[in-house]
């Protein structure tokens, strides 16, 4: 069975750091793209960050270029989202998705205004609130 699961989110003031941690099984982990989507209030799901599992490589929406890192435990079959310099328009559901076409991935994440949808698994989210 296919398991994505996040954890990490909770409150925090503008300025502050959290850490995500997304936690996959069920899976060949190295032949998947991770990415992470988020989901504000009254807004479409976008992208914000993705990773290859199997060469490493990054990818990040504009909007989080500079301030989030996303990152790959391997072995733990875990991909990580380091927020740092939080503002209060990062308040949002944060998602951990992964599909088997980093193609199609990058271009998610990476395009403004395209469709967070169509990966092959999601995670059910957490939540993230940054203060003013």
């Known amino acids: 069975e296919v398991q994505i699961v996040e954890s990490g989110g909770g409150l925090v003031q503008a300025g502050g750091s959290l850490r995500l941690s997304c936690a996959a099984s069920?899976?060949?982990?190295?032949?998947?793209?991770i990415g992470w989507f988020r989901q504000a209030p009254g807004k479409e799901r976008e992208g914000v960050s993705c990773?290859?599992?199997?060469?490493?490589?990054?990818y990040y929406a504009d909007s989080v270029k500079g301030r989030f890192t996303i990152s790959s435990d391997n072995a733990k079959n875990t991909v990580y989202l380091q927020m740092n310099s939080l503002k209060p328009e990062d308040t949002a559901v944060y998602y951990c998705?992964?599909?088997?076409?980093?193609?199609?991935?990058?271009?998610?994440?990476?395009?403004?205004?395209?469709?967070?949808?169509?990966?092959?698994?999601w995670g059910k989210g957490t939540l993230v609130t940054v203060s003013s």
């Open positions: 998705a992964a599909d088997k076409d980093l193609l199609h991935t990058v271009v998610t994440v990476t395009t403004p205004g395209a469709p967070a949808y169509g990966m092959d698994y």
């Open positions: 069920g899976f060949t982990f190295d032949d998947y793209a």
């Open positions: 990773i290859s599992s199997s060469d490493g490589s990054t």
